[in-house]
């Protein structure tokens, strides 16, 4: 699988988060993103339990507008 970069938060600095990536995979369409590790107590109590090869990252709803984006340019061509 290979990743390739779409975008990241503006507000955010040169090596800063939230990033949005999208992969190659043929069987289904998925990114990857590269956010800010959620440690708060209470949100995670509100999750749930979280497998160990799991994390809750949190990203502003502009990295979700760029994986919608995203989308529909992949079927526009299609």
Same mark, same amino acid.
């Given at each position: 699988?290979?990743?390739?970069?779409? !975008?990241?938060? #503006?507000?955010? !600095?040169? %090596? !800063?988060? #939230?990033?949005?990536?999208?992969?190659?995979? *043929?069987?289904?369409?998925?990114?990857? =993103?590269? !956010?800010?590790? =959620?440690? %708060?107590?209470?949100?995670?109590?509100? $999750?749930?339990?979280?497998?160990? @090869? &799991?994390?809750? $990252? *949190?990203?502003?709803? &502009?990295?979700?507008?760029?994986?919608?984006? @995203?989308?529909? *340019?992949? &079927?526009?061509?299609?």
């Amino acid at each position: 699988m290979r990743a390739r970069f779409l !975008g990241k938060d #503006p507000q955010s !600095g040169k %090596d !800063g988060s #939230p990033t949005l990536f999208a992969t190659d995979r *043929e069987d289904r369409a998925s990114y990857l =993103v590269q !956010g800010w590790r =959620v440690t %708060d107590a209470s949100a995670l109590q509100d $999750v749930g339990d979280i497998p160990a @090869h &799991e994390t809750i $990252v *949190e990203i502003p709803a &502009e990295i979700i507008d760029l994986a919608i984006r @995203h989308r529909q *340019e992949q &079927e526009d061509r299609s």
